[in-house]
């Protein structure tokens, strides 16, 4: 009798080296990974569900896997942590914000509806459990510092300013990118949309009208896909400022680069990922499932997250895991009180250096708008399309 496999799907962003020897090692069953970029995973999750048995990509996806049935429901009364868990951080603040917010979608209905509380006609079950989230922003060199000066206001128009002609790197997901850019283009003054996370047709349009003239100009310098390409985009000699998530810009700084990861005055950009679970997955393999989800609650994945600038939706485990040190920087916003590695033992926080934003309170506190499906994103995707490809 052949040997089950739990095949997990996903993106670089948790489907790590670390995080994927590390499961093998701790379950202790058959697990292949396969790591996709965030717009080819979130279409084989919907469009081929008997591919995989775990689909662990982000919230904002959630709306379409569900209406797809790619999806089943979670049982969280098999969730051993399931009390402790707290999506997007324990700041009420945090839930505020355009665009996707995590929790309207996460529990399901006796309709078989999504919503952001659970029905007291029965047992509490989701649509996707809750794992890491992050407040991301942009980062830029120690040239665009001096060119703002000393007394400078970090601001997403900075993206746009003509100074960084040909030098400013962009994320190829619209999901997370085309918010990015709405608000980029507000605080220029160019875009007078009053929810960047849910353009109208005529909003998107008036956005995309001012970004293809600055694409076919070359003021961006390249759309990537993953954060090994981001990375490789701003380790360029020409590269000034690009949009970056936490881990990426920590690898550039275990790698010596100089970079100053951006506090905005806009805002930054929440994101919050899970793992669900294949509607065609039954028996062994479901069993298997669960053990992978509890996994993920448990110390050891929160800390290689941590050491990535993630948070978990389960902290009390990580006091265990991670040094004193590592608790300060990554949760505290403390000055790092000596040299602090990153996953792969690379030093990425050097002593008295300060994490961007400040403390896992005041990060949160900053989310002013989530990675967003649109409802307008049938449209959206088409301009988009257009944008990249011009």
């Not at 990974?33 to 990509?57: H, K, N, T, W």
């Not at 400078?152 to 128009?157: C, G, H």
């Not at 053990?291 to 948070?311: C, F, K, S, T, V």
């Amino acid at each position: 009798m052949t040997e089950p496999i739990l095949r997990v799907i996903g993106t670089s962003t948790t489907l790590t080296p670390e995080i994927c020897r590390r499961a093998r090692t701790d379950l202790g069953f058959s697990i292949s990974f396969e790591a996709l970029d965030g717009v080819d995973c979130l279409r084989r999750g919907v469009m081929a569900p008997e591919s995989y048995d775990i689909y662990d990509q982000w919230f904002h996806s959630v709306d379409l896997l569900w209406t797809a049935g790619s999806i089943r429901p979670i049982d969280t009364a098999l969730i051993r942590r399931w009390s402790q868990v707290v999506p997007a951080g324990s700041v009420e603040v945090a839930w505020r914000g355009s665009g996707s917010r995590p929790g309207n979608v996460l529990y399901v209905q006796p309709d078989g509806t999504l919503a952001g509380a659970a029905s007291e006609s029965c047992p509490p079950q989701i649509s996707m459990l809750p794992t890491v989230y992050n407040a991301d922003s942009f980062a830029y060199t120690s040239e665009v510092a001096r060119h703002y000066g000393e007394n400078r206001q970090e601001s997403w128009a900075w993206l746009l300013d003509s100074a960084w002609h040909g030098r400013c790197l962009l994320s190829a997901d619209p999901a997370g990118s085309a918010v990015e850019l709405a608000i980029a283009a507000r605080a220029a003054g160019v875009l007078s949309a009053a929810d960047p996370g849910n353009l109208s047709i005529e909003e998107i349009d008036e956005l995309f009208a001012f970004l293809m003239s600055h694409r076919r100009t070359g003021h961006f310098g390249r759309c990537w896909n993953t954060m090994e390409e981001s990375v490789r985009g701003m380790s360029s000699s020409t590269a000034a400022i690009g949009s970056l998530w936490s881990p990426g810009y920590y690898l550039l700084r275990a790698e010596g680069k100089d970079l100053i990861y951006a506090n905005p005055v806009e805002g930054a950009r929440g994101w919050h990922s899970g793992n669900c679970i294949s509607s065609t997955v039954e028996g062994e393999v479901l069993e298997m499932a669960y053990a992978y989800l509890n996994w993920w609650l448990d110390g050891e994945p929160g800390a290689i997250m941590a050491r990535r600038g993630y948070y978990t939706s389960v902290a009390g485990p990580l006091r265990d895991t991670l040094s004193s040190a590592e608790w300060a920087y990554w949760y505290a916003g403390e000055p790092a009180e000596e040299d602090l590695p990153g996953p792969d033992g690379r030093i990425v926080a050097q002593q008295g250096e300060q994490r961007a934003g400040g403390s896992y309170r005041d990060r949160m506190e900053r989310i002013a708008f989530w990675s967003t499906i649109m409802p307008e994103n049938n449209y959206l995707i088409r301009r988009w399309r257009e944008f990249i490809i011009s």
